[in-house]
């Protein structure tokens, strides 16, 4: 038997899949491992044009995306803010396109700060706590001499994150940390059944711009020394 596709829909937490459903045409969820925000694509029929009209979708509104198949439980798949709609004629469509974070302003603030003598964990736990963010997963606590913030919280984090061999997921309000030499001794989270797939299903491996190895740079403000070192993410 082959099972049926449903999903649940929160537009700025109020319930909008019925609305949703009638002209869904499709919906595609786009998850990142790191670097990117993850994304949510929706495009409707708008026959009636209604939703280029009184149901015209709000920029920076928030969706709250669930997926999986009738009777079981479903997905989440974050919340997410709009961030970019598109309006087609002939036929009438609309896209929403929403990202999981980055669109806010309180986000998109760049910041400029110095952390002398602090601890990796130390550092990205309170950047996170200034967003209103929680972190999980283990962090080493490494002891950092000198690191200075000149960009968004989030880039600011992802950097971190990036040159000490660790990914971050923003799911929501929640940094997720998981450590890139033990991802690749985890088991599967999931195993997908091609007989029950609805239409169909494409994989995708790439080679060209996945890093295999980091610089990560320390400054001793003591001895203004710069030590580099490298770190392989293989």
């Known amino acids: 038997m082959i099972k049926k596709p449903t999903f649940t829909l929160l537009y700025n937490n109020k319930s909008a899949t019925i609305d949703i459903a009638k ?30 009209g009184d149901w015209y979708p709000t920029k920076g509104a928030t969706l709250v995306f669930a997926i999986g198949y009738e009777g079981e439980k479903l997905l989440d798949c974050g919340t997410f803010e709009v961030d970019e709609i598109t309006v087609n004629d002939s036929p009438n469509t609309v896209q929403i396109r929403a990202l999981s974070a980055g669109v806010t302003d309180g986000v998109r603030t760049t910041k400029h700060k110095a952390y002398d003598n602090q601890t990796l964990d130390g550092v990205i736990k309170a950047t996170a706590s200034s967003l209103g963010y929680t972190v999980e997963g283990k962090i080493e606590p490494l002891r950092i001499e ?32 998981s450590k890139i030499s033990e991802l690749k001794t985890a088991g599967s989270i999931a195993t997908i059944d091609r007989t029950q797939m609805y239409t169909g299903w494409y994989v995708r491996e790439q080679i060209r711009t996945v890093k295999k190895e980091a610089t990560v740079t320390s400054h001793n403000p003591k001895t203004k020394q710069t030590i580099k070192f490298l770190l392989a993410l293989e």
């Open 23 to 52: 002209d869904l045409i499709e919906a595609s969820f786009t998850d990142h491992l790191t670097g990117e925000s993850d994304e949510l694509d929706i495009t409707l029929a708008d026959e009636e044009r209604k939703w280029m």
């Open 146 to 177: 000198r690191v200075t913030q000149k960009e968004t919280d989030l880039a600011f984090i992802k950097r971190l994150a990036e040159a000490y061999g660790y990914i971050v997921k923003v799911i929501g309000k929640r940094l997720v940390f």
